[in-house]
Each structure stands twice: as structure tokens, then as C-alpha cells.
């Protein structure tokens, strides 16, 4: 086995967050993922998920690691990473279905949250399907003390990061017609949203 990245969240968010992906993407064929990380991700809902092409994504310094995963996983429907900066256009000229993403909107800036929204507004279909996994705020408020303490860990690494608040970012889809269709509950105090793109 080669030497991969690892990371203990992907394994301890794995099942949880499947359970979900599972009901949300069971009639999806092509899948964007934003922010591959590990590749770790990839590899599971890639295998669980056979029905489904699964196209990994990240900012080129994390392709090494993510082939490293897909290369030991030899998946047929897993595809190789392209390059992926929110920040950047380069990404927003595909077509899916639906779009995953896991632990990402609080470790960008919000400007790139924008850019995100944006983004999977260029290349989601009518009808398509965004979930996106991680920890949120409602009403300002953080849901719990671990919460608050990742958020002063996050914006001591990068004072533009932070835990978003929901309703922000509800705003961001409804204005690309992304409807909220489940918030869903994890361990350790994170959601999963899922929300749908209505046909025109």
C-alpha cells in the first residue's frame, strides 16, 4: 500500500453522512465533489455508491495524495481530481447532476463561500442536488461549546475562516434556486444540508 494522507473525520463521518447520500443521490448519475481532501471520501461513497461518477476535485497541491487513494482503490466510477479553486472560473464550465462537499464553506473565506454558490450555480443541472456536510450556526448562535471552540481554532489559523451561519448560506442557494430539502442532524455537532435545484 502506498503511503497515503489520512484523516480520523473522514473515517469517523463516513457512515453518518452516507446514510444520507444514499437517499439524496440514489436517482444521481455524475457527481462534483469540492474540496476532495484525502481523496478518503472519494473512495468510500465511490464504492458504495457504484451507480454513481464521482469526479474528485481540489487545489492541485492535494492531487498528489487524492490519486494516491484512487490509485490503491481502483475505482471505475472514481475519476481523477481536477483543479479546483472556488476563487477561480476554470471549474464552472461542467455539467452534474449533483454536487458533494464535506468541511469546506468554514475554511474558506466568505468571499469564496460566495464564489461557491456561484460556482455550483454554473454547473449544477435543473434538478440537481447540493449536500454540503459540516458544522453550522442558526440564529447567530453557536449549537454547541465544541462549536465555538473550533471557531476561535479556525480564525487563529486564518482570521477570514469561521463556522457559517446558516441562513447565510441558505441565502447564497436560494439566490442560484437551490431549495433547502433536509437539514440533517451528524455526530459531533455538524449538519448535513441538501438542497435541490428547481427546473426552469
Not at 30 to 55: K, M, N
Not at 97 to 116: K, R
Request: with cysteine; proline share 6%.
Amino acid at each position: 500500500m502506498t503511503d497515503k494522507p489520512f484523516s480520523e473525520s473522514c473515517v469517523q463521518n463516513r457512515d453518518p453522512i452516507l446514510a444520507v447520500l444514499r437517499e439524496v443521490f440514489a436517482d444521481r448519475s455524475s457527481v462534483l465533489e469540492i474540496g476532495s481532501g484525502t481523496g478518503q471520501h472519494a473512495v468510500d461513497f465511490g464504492a458504495a455508491l457504484p451507480h454513481l461518477r464521482w469526479q474528485t476535485a481540489d487545489v492541485p497541491s492535494n492531487h498528489p495524495g487524492i490519486r494516491r487513494w484512487l490509485d490503491d482503490a481502483a475505482l471505475p466510477n472514481v475519476l481523477p481530481p481536477i483543479a479546483l479553486d472556488v476563487n477561480r472560473l476554470e471549474w464552472r464550465n461542467g455539467s452534474y447532476d449533483a454536487v458533494f462537499s464535506a468541511n469546506t464553506l468554514h475554511i474558506m473565506g466568505w468571499p469564496g463561500v460566495e464564489q461557491f454558490f456561484a460556482g455550483v450555480g454554473a454547473v449544477l443541472l435543473p434538478g440537481g442536488v447540493l449536500a454540503v456536510y459540516g458544522p453550522f450556526n442558526y440564529n447567530g448562535a453557536f449549537t454547541s461549546e465544541s462549536n465555538a471552540r473550533f471557531d476561535i481554532w479556525l480564525k487563529s489559523r486564518d482570521p477570514a475562516s469561521g463556522v457559517r451561519d446558516f441562513e447565510a448560506v441558505n441565502a447564497l442557494a436560494r439566490a442560484q434556486g437551490l431549495v433547502l430539502q433536509q437539514d440533517v442532524a451528524m455526530p459531533a455537532n455538524n449538519r448535513t444540508l441538501v438542497w435541490k435545484r428547481m427546473g426552469y
